[in-house]
């Protein structure tokens, strides 16, 4: 692939157990085309050897302020001048600290602050640290000078704690840069994306709901963003932060998700689906908490409307995307499915599987259309949903021309 082709990547690496995902994310860049080169901090060098990256590179790995053999290659402002991106991960609380404040005092910072070039940090530290008011005014500071700040993520770290302070994953950084330097394909566009799961309410405490965590939706309204689209994400209750520019419209139960997206559908391009909507929901919800008496007890069900299809059969009906989950005979289920919703593109995936499908951060996406059909890879949720929103884009320009 060469969509970074032409494009200089000056990566700088400071000192933080995450330096080694730095690696990864040299040879992804350079995979997708792009020239990189290395600049570590002293302290990185202690995570990682700066041969690693010349072997990926082919470049010598720039360290020292003052090294003859490097300079022969290119001195900091040559490098400085050369980059179309700085990209800064993992950037530690101590390197933020110093660029906030201006500092030079090694080679990693000197480069930074003589560069007119676009600047972006991947921060990776402790949560407590992360947390701390002075890496957040840091962190304010930085943004407001218009340094791009992709991450932290949530999750385990390598201290045993858990919060937010992860770097992100280098398949995700790479999806960035990606989205920086392609022209948006989705630009000017609005999309709606329904996400998560529905709670259909039983009493006032309890409900049927499913497994779904939203991190397929909400992964595909990142995507949508990077690709220049304006976003509307409709989600039921999930524990994730809020992309970037999305409108958050929240709901529980499918009876509201439907309501929220037929209030807002006006002006929508194209509407994609990967919420699991309850199929079902109690007849009767009781006022008051049911209280055990008998030793059984029925629940009548009645059906929920079905969002995706009510939205496909407008009169001003936008590109329509449905998902399909699955447990056997996939293709022949999701086609049925493409067909009985009138959808333009359907994605489906197995979800009786342990890797892909519900409340797991990966997914395999098997996408049909009409004339066509798509196989996408088991992946991080991040980079199926850049793939995905790549062929809905392809799709719907040609059948909008
Ligand atoms: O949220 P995650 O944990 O990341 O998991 C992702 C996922 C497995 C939930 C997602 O990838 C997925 O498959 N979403 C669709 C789940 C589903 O309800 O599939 P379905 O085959 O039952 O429904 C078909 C389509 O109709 C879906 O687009 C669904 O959103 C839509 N639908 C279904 C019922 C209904 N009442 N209204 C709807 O809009």
């Known amino acids: 692939m060469t969509d970074l082709l032409n494009k200089n990547i000056l990566l700088g690496v400071s000192g933080g157990i995450a330096a080694y995902k730095a690696a990864e994310l040299c040879r992804l860049l350079i995979k997708q085309g792009a020239s990189v080169r290395v600049v570590m901090s002293p302290a990185a060098e202690e995570f990682i050897r700066p041969l690693t990256f010349h072997a990926l590179t082919g470049h010598a790995v720039y360290v020292e302020l ?36 201006g500092y030079a005092d090694n080679l990693l910072l000197t480069i930074a602050l003589a560069t007119e070039s676009q600047i972006a940090l991947a921060p990776a530290m402790n949560q407590q640290m992360y947390q701390k008011q002075a890496t957040q005014d840091n962190l304010k500071t930085l943004a407001s000078r218009s340094l791009l700040l992709w991450g932290p993520d949530e999750g385990e770290q390598a201290c045993g704690e858990s919060g937010p302070g992860r770097m992100l994953e280098p398949g995700h950084l790479l999806q960035k840069v990606l989205a920086l330097f392609k022209p948006g394909r989705l630009q000017g ?127 001003q009906r936008p590109f329509c995307v449905g998902f399909a989950a699955e447990t056997a005979d996939l293709e022949t289920h999701a086609r049925i499915k493409l067909q009985q919703k009138r959808l333009d593109v359907i994605a ?54």
């Open 348 to 401: 489906a995936n197995w979800v009786h599987e342990k890797h892909s499908g519900f409340d797991v951060d990966e997914n395999a996406l098997s996408v049909f259309w009409a004339q066509g059909e798509r196989q996408l890879e088991r992946q991080s949720k991040t980079v199926i949903a850049a793939q995905l929103v790549d062929i809905i884009a392809d799709l719907f320009h040609s059948a909008s021309h």
């Open 189 to 315: 566009l609005n999309v709606m994306i329904t996400a998560g799961p529905t709670r259909e309410a039983i009493d006032p405490v309890r409900y049927i709901s499913n497994r779904s965590s939203g991190k397929m939706g909400y992964a595909l309204a990142e995507a949508a963003i990077n690709a220049g689209a304006k976003v509307t994400l409709v989600s039921g209750p999930v524990c994730l932060p809020v992309p970037g520019s999305a409108q958050l419209l929240t709901c529980q139960s499918a009876d509201d998700m439907l309501q929220q997206v037929l209030s807002h559908i006006n002006g929508i391009d194209i509407f994609i689906a990967s919420a699991a909507v309850a199929d079902y929901r109690p007849q009767q919800q009781a006022a008051d908490k049911i209280k055990k008496s008998a030793d059984e007890m029925t629940l009548k069900l009645v059906r929920n409307p079905d969002v995706l299809a009510t939205v496909s059969s407008l009169e």
């Open 66 to 101: 003052f090294d003859a053999e490097a300079s022969n290659a290119m001195d900091h402002i040559e490098l400085a001048r050369w980059a179309d991106l700085l990209l800064i991960a993992p950037a530690t609380a101590d390197t933020l600290a110093k660029l906030a404040q």
